[in-house]
């Protein structure tokens, strides 16, 4: 708090006091008074009023600092006034409650809001749980009765259920701790499932795999890590362009740190789009005619900072892109 503010405010108090002075001293004088008596009476008022307001613009200044840090302590800012002791001045009193008003419509439709998506949230999730249940029956039907026609559908099928999981997760990405479940995992566990349902697609393009040793254990949720290898996965196949075209899988440990890498030799990304591949909607310049979205990474980068995991990416254009995946090494993540 600014102490030429703070006398700024007083203004009116100070020409009131300086104006009683002149008329004081004025009167004093027609009644007699020696000129020492009027100036040791107007010294003393002096120092009287200089003492009020030094003394008024310290308690401010405590209460100013006090309710700073009160503030800035608080995570739901519009709560300030229950942490607030209740004014005495009248004005204070009002200014008090007509914020406590506000604050109090202001967590009501909060709260509404809340309710709100929640509801949705809960609607989306039992939608996806009954939309698969034709996209499984539509897939089965294709397997019974091969065809051409019915490889091209059961593919579709494939991509739509890719989507509807997308969508599943992305409505859980908000509350990631109330559905995943930390557990001593093997690298390989969790890749091999994400390799399996994205084989037929690796083979239909023809992409070399090589999957190195994976024995280094770390502490994740594996249905979530599956995820979100399935989306690397997809971009690693999604975006091959070479003759021979291969993804290279493999792990080390460097710096108490145990990495994941997931290695291809596609068109690579520009240096310019690099640095933005992790935000929402983001797809690039050309990735637009392979059908991006922009939510795969956006949402991977997301679940990887909840369940405590770097991801990180590095790219050379036309050689190729490196994803890793960096997991912390200790007993923390067991709890």
């Known amino acids: 708090m600014n102490f030429l503010c703070y006398l700024e405010e007083k203004i009116f108090v100070m020409m009131g006091n300086l104006f009683l002075m002149v008329l004081a001293g004025v009167y004093l004088r027609a009644c007699g008074n020696p000129g020492a008596v009027i100036f040791y009476f107007i010294g003393i008022w002096l120092l009287i009023l200089a003492g009020n307001l030094l003394?008024?613009?310290?308690?401010?200044?405590?209460?100013?600092?006090?309710?700073?840090?009160?503030?800035?302590g608080l995570k739901e800012k519009y709560l300030i006034c229950e942490l607030m002791g209740k004014p005495k001045d009248q004005m204070e009193k009002m200014y008090y409650e007509m914020v406590r008003g506000a604050n109090k419509a202001m967590a009501e439709k909060i709260e509404e809001v809340q309710k709100i998506s929640r509801e949705y949230k809960e609607y989306v999730e039992e939608w996806i749980h009954e939309v698969k249940t034709p996209i499984a029956a539509g897939t089965l039907i294709c397997s019974n009765h091969p065809s051409p026609q019915g490889s091209r559908i059961k593919k579709e099928f494939a991509r739509i259920e890719e989507l509807v999981e997308q969508v599943l997760y992305f409505a859980r990405s908000e509350q990631v701790e109330k559905d995943y479940f930390i557990s001593e995992c093997i690298l390989s566990d969790v890749?091999?499932?994400?390799?399996?349902?994205?084989r037929p697609y690796i083979l239909e393009r023809g992409i070399g795999l090589?999957?190195?040793e994976l024995s280094e254990t770390v502490y994740t949720d594996g249905k979530w890590m599956r995820y979100i290898l399935g989306q690397i996965l997809s971009n690693a196949v999604k975006y091959q362009d070479k003759e021979e075209p291969g993804i290279?899988?493999?792990?080390?440990?460097?710096?108490g740190k145990i990495r994941l890498c997931v290695e291809d030799n596609g068109r690579g990304i520009p240096p310019e789009d690099l640095p933005?591949?992790?935000?929402?909607?983001?797809?690039?310049?050309?990735?637009?005619?392979k059908g991006a979205t922009g939510i795969g990474l956006y949402l991977c980068k997301k679940l990887c900072e909840r369940l405590g995991i770097a991801l990180s990416a590095a790219s050379k254009e036309g050689e190729g892109t490196t994803v890793t995946l960096e997991f912390p090494v200790g007993n923390f993540h067991r709890m």
């Open 276 to 289: 933005r591949i992790f935000d929402k909607g983001f797809t690039g310049g050309d990735r637009q005619k």
């Open 210 to 212: 090589r999957v190195e």
């Open 248 to 255: 290279h899988i493999y792990s080390c440990t460097e710096w």
């Open 191 to 198: 890749v091999n499932p994400a390799l399996l349902a994205y």
């Open 55 to 72: 003394w008024g613009y310290e308690r401010q200044r405590r209460k100013y600092r006090e309710m700073c840090r009160l503030f800035d």
